[in-house]
């Protein structure tokens, strides 16, 4: 089977010609082929990066040209006159940073195809999926029971997979909901293996929605068609009967909440083998009540349910924590070289994910990558994308570019890590001669890992064999679920185990942030790690977005409170050794400190309403000049063209690349402002920063086919948020100052800030929420290209208004 880089054929420079199929070249000496790496060169490539230095020499000549002018004309002005050309420059300057920091790392994009047939069945090392749940009102219990049935039924042999569930609410709902998938999945994981069904989450199988594979008649590879159809039927049955219970179970969980086991802050932990692993060999089935399952392995993988214990008064680190206690429970029972995380909504959508990741780990050179991202793919999005959900810019530009130099950002799920890696050591790139890391006495660094003789003895296991396994060996060490590996494990997950170790600094996950993620990858980049990027077709998986507007300036909030947590901490990309790539550090950079663009955009669409309410003469300049307008005009249509050909070689549409623009302008007048004060009152108070769960409940309604208008009734309401109060700021100074002017008639002194002011309030009406909503049924009409021409318009008179106001 073929992985490839999904979109576009011409992209590939080397075409993935037949001859070349790795299996047949094969003598037994000869390694085979498991990823091929292709750079981009096409023409539409070199024309972009082009662009992005003519761009940037603009800039240079644009800075040169406008310092000169401010210094010039504010000679012998007012000092409120030297400030605000101050002000407006400084935010210009800012403006342009961000964007070749956002461009620079993007220059060289590589596009990896994956054979996964290529991998030899019993050289697969064995695999730990971590599950994390932390709330079943957030998310439901049925979107994490079909997540695990996702993860049991992928194609991985069972024996060498385990799927780990940390459930960090301690409501005994949860481990109820996950016995009950377990069960199910002994009728679920043999019917998906004998008729081959994609996706493998019951939920999506069964479903109606519109962007499914049910299997048709004409693309099932299996031995009988009215076989499946009837298996299908009695399995679907079965599902409905699961779904009933799950929800029987939710509704009387709600009607008795002291039905817990303590409360989500204090609960003991819990580590419950709930799957003991299978056998090494296949085991058929029999041709019993249900199926026929006489031609079927119906073993099941291993599944473990923990809970970790908290106390009221203890920080708990959020996700990061419950990984890290994921990290030893899984050492001390299966120990596997390979974990997968996935938060508890994504499922595993492509049955081939978990070898298509293994492919880049075992592949030539994959020695030195330490984890292999997946793109974030959703379902349950309305179709115009209302609150750029999708991220396509980032998932389809940014992590391509970034696979180009070091390796994607880690973004939180759907990520494959190397577990040698967790444990801060060097990768073999960096190893002097002789000596490793691996080498050294880890039992000696109880101080690093904690007091725990088995789990010490599990990480040197573990970095050993990493050691050792330098080629594709296929060993993994021993793993014990016995009733002594079980206590230990739970010895593990208690709320103490960490104290004055390095967990959260130095291993596994990082604590500190609300972005565990981006903290966690960083400090395997600086260390001198690689990652990897690996967008299958099918997508690897899937997981719900945000369900609806407050929903997701929360989740942009949190990303970008977690993103400065993290400038301001040691982990700065700025103070990163020399193992980082240049390039890989700008795009850090550029990760941790967006946020503060929402100060100098407020400020700047704010600025030319100051002339108009403070009634003082300001000198309004003649109207602009020549050299003026041929920067304005320079500036946006080398920004457009470099937009055209990043959506171009990235294989992405124009609209969703709009969408993301449209977006960045609403988050960067609202949520980004706000967690810039979360960080300030950190920084300066102390002051922690929450991490709101994101709901993963469906966009209600109809579930189904309903219309669309009535499928996303939900999504599309608009509720107010505080984190709208900059936005409502910037719109009410405007209109206000514009009215003013109007009505002493002052509008012939400065017309210039009139309607610099006018389109201020116009460009934040039009990119906000609340008219996204129109937004949404015109860009099906209006060709994305209009719209951009649109926009780039205004935004050029903006720019040429506020220039010009003193
Ligand atoms: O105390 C906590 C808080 C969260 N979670 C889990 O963390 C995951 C992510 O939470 P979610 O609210 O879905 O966050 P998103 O904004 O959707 O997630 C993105 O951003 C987060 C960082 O801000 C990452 O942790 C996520 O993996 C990434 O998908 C979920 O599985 C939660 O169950 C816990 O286990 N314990
Ligand atoms: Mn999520």
Same mark, same amino acid.
């Given at each position: 089977m073929l992985m490839t880089y999904i979109t576009k054929k011409h992209d590939y420079v080397a075409t993935l010609d037949e001859k070349e199929s790795p299996a047949d070249e094969k003598s037994a000496n000869v390694e085979r082929l498991l990823v091929r790496t292709t750079k981009l060169t096409t023409v539409t490539i070199k024309l972009y990066r082009l662009m992005i230095v003519v761009r940037m020499a603009i800039f240079v000549l644009f800075f040169k040209w406008r310092i000169g002018t401010a210094l010039a004309m504010t000679s012998n002005g007012t000092s409120t006159a030297r400030a605000m050309w101050t002000v407006s420059i400084a935010g210009e300057l800012w403006f342009a940073l961000m964007w070749v920091l956002d461009q620079l790392p993007k220059m060289q994009p590589v596009r990896r195809t994956v054979f996964a047939t290529a991998l030899e069945e019993s050289l697969l090392p064995t695999m730990d999926v971590f599950v994390t749940t932390a709330d079943p009102d957030k998310e439901p219990p049925l979107v994490t029971v079909n997540t695990i049935l996702s993860i049991l039924a992928a194609d991985y042999p069972p024996d060498k997979l385990t799927c780990y569930v940390s459930d960090d609410g301690g409501a005994l709902l949860t481990p109820e909901a996950v016995v009950e998938a377990a069960r199910f999945a002994g009728l679920w994981v043999p019917f998906c293996r004998k008729h081959g069904v994609e996706p493998r989450n019951p939920e999506a199988y069964f479903s109606h929605g519109v962007k499914v594979r049910v299997v048709s008649r004409a693309d099932y590879k299996g031995r009988s068609w009215p076989e499946l159809a009837r298996d299908r039927r009695r399995v679907r049955r079965e599902y409905e009967e699961l779904r009933l219970r799950v929800d029987a179970l939710h509704a009387g969980d709600v009607q008795r909440p002291w039905r817990s086991r303590g409360t989500p802050e204090d609960h003991a932990g819990v580590v419950e083998v709930l799957v003991d692993p299978p056998s090494c060999t296949p085991e058929p089935g029999v041709s019993g009540n249900l199926l026929d399952l006489s031609s079927v392995d119906v073993r099941v993988p291993a599944l473990v349910y923990m809970c970790r214990e908290k106390r009221r008064g203890r920080a708990h680190h959020r996700k990061a924590g419950a990984m890290n206690a994921l990290l030893r429970t899984s050492a001390v029972l299966s120990n596997a070289p390979f974990i997968l995380n996935l938060d508890c909504?994504?499922? #595993? %959508? %492509? $049955?081939?994910a978990l070898r298509a990741g293994v492919c880049l780990m075992l592949d030539r050179g994959g020695s030195d990558v330490a984890f292999v991202q997946f793109p974030q793919r959703f379902d349950g999005v309305d179709p115009a994308d209302r609150y750029a959900n999708h991220n396509r810019v980032f998932f389809d530009c940014t992590e391509l570019g970034l696979d180009g130099l070091q390796g994607p950002i880690y973004v939180g799920t759907g990520c494959m890590f190397r577990r040698a890696a967790l444990y801060s050591v060097d990768p073999p790139l960096w190893w002097s001669h002789g000596d490793s890391d691996a080498g050294k006495d880890v039992a000696a660094e109880a101080d690093k890992f904690g007091v725990s003789t088995p789990f010490l003895g599990s990480v040197r296991a573990a970095l050993n064999l990493n050691r050792s396994e330098q080629r594709n060996t296929g060993t993994s060490p021993p793993c014990s679920f016995d009733a002594a590996a079980v206590g230990e494990a739970t010895a593990l997950v208690s709320c103490g185990y960490e104290d004055r170790t390095a967990w959260g600094r130095e291993i596994g996950w990082i604590y500190g942030t609300v972005t565990e993620d981006v903290a966690t990858g960083f400090c395997m980049h600086r260390r001198g790690w690689r990652s990897a990027y690996c967008a299958t077709a099918p997508d690897a998986f899937r997981g719900t977005a945000p369900i609806n507007l407050t929903d997701r300036l929360h989740q942009v909030l949190r990303w970008a409170a977690g993103s400065l947590e993290i400038f301001f901490s040691r982990n700065n990309a700025l103070f990163a050794g020399p193992r980082l790539h240049p390039l890989q550090r700008l795009a850090y950079l550029n990760t941790t400190v967006y946020p503060f663009t929402s100060i100098f955009l407020l400020v700047y669409c704010l600025l030319p309403a100051i002339p108009l309410v403070t009634r003082s003469a300001f000198p309004v300049s003649m109207p602009p000049s020549s050299t003026y307008m041929a920067f304005v005009a320079a500036l946006m249509l080398t920004l457009a063209m470099v937009a055209v050909l990043e959506v171009r070689w990235s294989g992405i549409t124009l609209g969703e690349w709009w969408r993301n623009e449209q977006f960045w302008m609403v988050s960067a007048t609202s949520a980004y402002a706000a967690a810039v004060v979360q960080v300030a009152l950190k920084v300066l108070a102390g002051k922690e920063i929450a991490f709101k769960l994101t709901s993963? /409940? /469906?966009? $209600?309604? $109809? @579930? @189904? @086919? @309903? #219309?669309v208008k009535g499928r996303f009734a939900e999504l599309y309401a608009v509720r107010w948020t505080v984190l709208m109060v900059p936005t409502a700021v910037v719109l009410a100074v405007n209109v206000a100052s514009m009215a003013a002017a109007v009505q002493e008639r002052r509008w012939r002194k400065g017309p210039a800030a009139v309607l610099a002011t006018a389109f201020n309030a116009w460009v934040v009406v039009h990119l906000h929420p609340f008219a996204l909503g129109l937004m949404g049924r015109w860009s099906k009409t209006l060709s994305p290209l209009l719209l951009l021409v649109v926009a780039f318009t205004i935004l050029s008179l903006c720019f040429l208004l506020h220039l010009h106001m003193f």
């Open positions: 909504d994504h499922y #595993v %959508n %492509n $049955s081939q993963k /409940r /469906r966009a $209600s309604g $109809s @579930g @189904g @086919g @309903g #219309v």
